[in-house]
Each structure stands twice: as structure tokens, then as C-alpha cells.
């Protein structure tokens, strides 16, 4: 072997050694906490609250209401259609009232949205799009708490101008209700002159306008351009065209009924044109 030849293989050998010999040294902040996600949801027969998802819901993650008196239980559900148009609905696991996801859902496989023991139980064929569900409670010590707070402003807080409110509309005929709000306050108050239930009148296409929202979320589905087009100037522009249009679209006076029912406007229905 020339001096040449025995000089490279030394030295091969010895940078094998060092390499193989050398730690492992890890990268500082590769592994990062994941970051919690809120997703707004509507609480049947209670209304609209946000859920706090942290981490992957299909591998551990954690889902939670923040604020307020509701608690998620359970596992989380899902409605939706598949690849193939197929419904696919799995119920959220736990005794409660049931919350849905307002912002669309879609992944390759419903093992991917859902925890393995949930997501066993429908065969979906390949990519699912819709809304994730989850249950909740009532915490009946929070609950409380807000009553008595409530009820204590209630007391505290009495109609202001009440006697001058009602002399002016004992003087004029037809039911009268009245409700005034002060932003950023948290104080309201209300007063109603009716023997009877008042006439809702234009308010009314709030709750078509929900009616709408919940047709597209039952279908697992975001809201069409055709929705859309008739929503905007319903609410903007009070443009009973479009109301029309709408109140068609979601059924009539049953499918009105049903988002109230759904909202839980138990005091709230819908009544023929006189």
C-alpha cells in the first residue's frame, strides 16, 4: 500500500469514528404547544355561544366552553355529507343539549375529524365536509349565580320615565312594547302595554335569515351564493322581495316555525296575513 493511499484511509476511518461518536444535538423549539382554536356554535333551544377546541379533536384534543354556564361533555359528533353525496351523521357522545359548529368541517377521511371510537361508528366513502357537533350542559351553580346577579340588577334598575311612558301610550290605541339597551353596560330595560302578542313586523327577517343558516348547516353545508345574494339586502335594506324569496326557500310558515323552535323561541310563531 503506498504512503498515499494508507494516509486517505486513515483518515477516512477516523472521520467515520468522529461522526458516529458525535451526540445527537436536538433544535431548540421544534415541538410547539398547539394553539387553542374558537369555534362558534349554536346550542339548540339555547342560541349561539363559542367552543374552545385545543389540539386535534381525532387524537387527544380537548373541547371547552370557556364563559358562562355551559359545559361540553362527551365526544364530539359530526353532520355532513361524503364523497360520494352520502349523509353522514354521527351523534356527539353524552346526555345534553346538542351544539353545532357553524364554520364547515372538511378532511380526507371522518377518522381525521373524529376520535377513532366515534368516527367507527359510519363507513363514509372518502373525503367528508360538514359541522362538527358537540354536547353540553347546564352548570346549575353558575347558572344560579347569573340569575341572582340578574335578578339583582332587575331590582335595582326600575323603567326609566315609566310614568311618563305610560301616560303617553294610554292615550293612544294598539299593543306597544318597548325595550332600551345601553352599549357596553349590560343594563336593559322593557316595557309592554298589550292584552295580546305583539306583531313582530320587519324583526321578523332575523329569524328567516337563522332559518337560513340552519337549512345550510343541517346539509353540512356553507351558505350559497343565491342565500346570500337575498340576505344581504333582507337585513340591510329590509327589502321584502328578497324576504319573500327566503321565506319560500326555508318552507313557509313550518320551516319558520321549526328555526324558531330550534332557537328556542317557544313564545314566537309564525301567523297568516290577516
Known sequence: MSHRRAVLTALALSTSVALAAAPATAVPGDVTAPQPVELDVICDGIGADTV???????????AKIERGPLRVVGRP?????????????????????????????????????????????????????????????VDDSVAKATRGV????????????????????GSRPGAVGVAVR????????????????NVTA????????????????????????WEKSKIVPMIRYSDNNATTALFDHIGGRAGLDRAGSRLGMTQTYADPYN
Not at 386535534?56 to 380537548?62: K, R, Y
Not at 343539549?97 to 371510537?117: F, G, I, K, S
Not at 337560513?212 to 356553507?222: C, H, L, N, T, Y
Open 202 to 225: 320587519s324583526i321578523v327577517k332575523v329569524q328567516i335569515m337563522s332559518a337560513v343558516m340552519i337549512k345550510a348547516q343541517e346539509a353540512g353545508r356553507g351558505l350559497t351564493s
Open 52 to 62: 374552545t377546541v385545543t389540539g386535534d379533536l381525532a387524537d387527544g384534543g380537548t
Open 182 to 197: 345601553l352599549p357596553g353596560t349590560g343594563r336593559s330595560w322593557t316595557y309592554t302595554k298589550t292584552s295580546s302578542r
Open 77 to 137: 359528533g359530526f353532520t355532513g355529507t361524503d364523497a360520494d353525496g352520502d349523509r353522514v351523521a354521527v351523534a356527539p357522545s353524552g346526555t345534553g343539549t346538542t351544539c353545532t359548529v357553524q364554520e364547515p368541517t372538511r378532511d380526507e377521511a371522518l377518522d381525521e375529524v373524529l376520535p377513532r371510537a366515534q368516527a367507527a361508528k359510519a363507513a363514509p366513502t372518502g373525503d367528508v365536509t360538514g359541522a362538527l357537533t358537540f354536547t353540553v350542559t
Open 150 to 169: 340578574d335578578s339583582t340588577t332587575a331590582a335595582q334598575a326600575a323603567l326609566p320615565f315609566e310614568s311618563e311612558l305610560r301616560r303617553y301610550l
